[in-house]
Nanobody
Framework: VQLQASGGGLVQSGASLRLSCAVS?????????VGWFRQAPGKEREFVTT????????STADSVKGRFTISRDNARNTVYLQMNSLKPEDTAVYHC????????WGRGTQVTVSS
């Protein structure tokens, strides 16, 4: 399984961005949880949000709840992270993660929010 993240960039505070994570190498993601973590400079990697592929149940960190929304496209095996009302403290490298018995990681995408 390979994860390809995209969609990062430099935006101003209050703007929106949508990240994509394309999952390849499997025809079915049944049983997987796919989501996002982020790591800001000098900080530990932290959980952002995840979606259970079967059924679509989601879990989201309190720090982004109400601003970030995760969704999935079954046909494209892709997960999206819609980020609204971005704040400078959202600046980080965002990593796509897939979990099924073990963690799988893709290369991150940089999100920078200027004040």
């Amino acid at each position: 399984v390979q994860l390809q993240a995209s969609g990062g960039g430099l935006v101003q505070s209050g703007a929106s961005l949508r990240l994509s994570c394309a999952v390849s190498g499997r025809t079915s993601l049944h049983g997987y949880h796919v989501g996002w973590f982020r790591q800001a400079p000098g900080k530990e990697r932290e959980f952002v949000t995840t979606i259970k592929w079967s059924g679509g149940a989601t879990s989201t960190a309190d720090s982004v709840k109400g601003r970030f929304t995760i969704s999935r496209d079954n046909a494209r095996n892709t997960v999206y992270l819609q980020m609204n009302s971005l704040k400078p403290e959202d600046t980080a490298v965002y990593h796509c993660n897939a979990y099924y018995r073990t963690d799988l990681w893709g290369r991150g995408t940089q999100v920078t929010v200027s004040s």
